[in-house]
T-cell receptor, first 115, second 110 residues
Framework: SAVISQKPSRDICQRGTSLTIQCQVD?????MFWYRQQPGQSLTLIAT?????????ESGFVIDKFPISRPNLTFSTLTVSNMSPEDSSIYLC????????????FGPGTRLLVL | GQNIDQPTEMTATEGAIVQINCTYQ??????LFWYQQHAGEAPTFLSY????GLEEKGRFSSFLSRSKGYSYLLLKELQMKDSASYLC???????????FGTGTRLLVSP
């Protein structure tokens, strides 16, 4: 298995500000993803984080709103920019690891409330 | 497009057996996953099926029929702690990403 840590675990932010969420994994990672889970909903993929190049975004998500970095195999950041109350959600980092590529693990999530 | 359907909610009694169904229509397929998610927590991996048939893991079993676009998660000897949401997800063949269904909220009562 993999141990995935996310920082911060939760935050309350003001409208119009930005928040950067960090994801760190203790294993060799092949794929890294960012998901959003809005209250009472299932998980929606925001983007695939690519090492050393631009992330691959899903329909409805854009780089200006959700810039993503992945400077190495085991670390990634997601920024939620110019936040509005609609961005209140749980943001989850998810990975496939080299030792178990049939499995995808999730981090503990970052609970974001935008006022 | 991609479409993954699950019942929204199910109830069952402690000690009983429950089957949660998932049907899918996706452009690519490279495996089907089941996750358990307790309220306020991250999803926890339960099972992975890529070939047709039944995979058994303790009290939990998962079945896949690729020709029918159908899977189920079977939970036996239900315990109160099994009250959670159960998420079905399909891995897109080309891009390795997971697409999730809406999730099934299971309530186990005494």
């Amino acid at each position: 298995s993999a141990v995935i840590s996310q920082k911060p675990s939760r935050d309350i932010c003001q409208r119009g500000t930005s928040l950067t969420i960090q994801c760190q994994v203790d294993s060799q990672v092949t794929m890294m993803f960012w998901y959003r889970q809005q209250p009472g909903q299932s998980l929606t993929l925001i983007a695939t984080a690519n090492q050393g190049s631009e992330a691959t975004y899903e329909s409805g998500f854009v780089i200006d709103k959700f810039p993503i970095s992945r400077p190495n195999l085991t670390f990634s950041t997601l920024t939620v920019s110019n936040m509005s109350p609609e961005d209140s959600s749980i943001y989850l980092c998810s990975v496939q690891i080299l030792a178990a590529q049939e499995t995808q693990y999730f981090g503990p999530g970052t609970r974001l409330l935008v006022l | 497009g991609q479409n993954i359907d699950q019942p929204t909610e199910m109830t069952a009694t402690e000690g009983a057996i429950v089957q949660i169904n998932c049907t899918y229509q996706t452009s690519g397929f490279n495996g089907l996953f089941w996750y358990q998610q307790h309220a306020g927590e991250a999803p926890t991996f339960l099972s992975y099926n890529v070939l047709d048939g039944l995979e058994e893991k303790g009290r939990f079993s998962s079945f896949l029929s690729r020709s029918k676009g159908y899977s189920y998660l079977l939970l036996k000897e239900l315990q109160m702690k099994d009250s959670a949401s159960y998420l079905c997800a399909v891995r897109d063949g080309g891009f390795q990403k997971l697409v999730f269904g809406t999730g099934t909220r299971l309530l186990v009562s005494p």
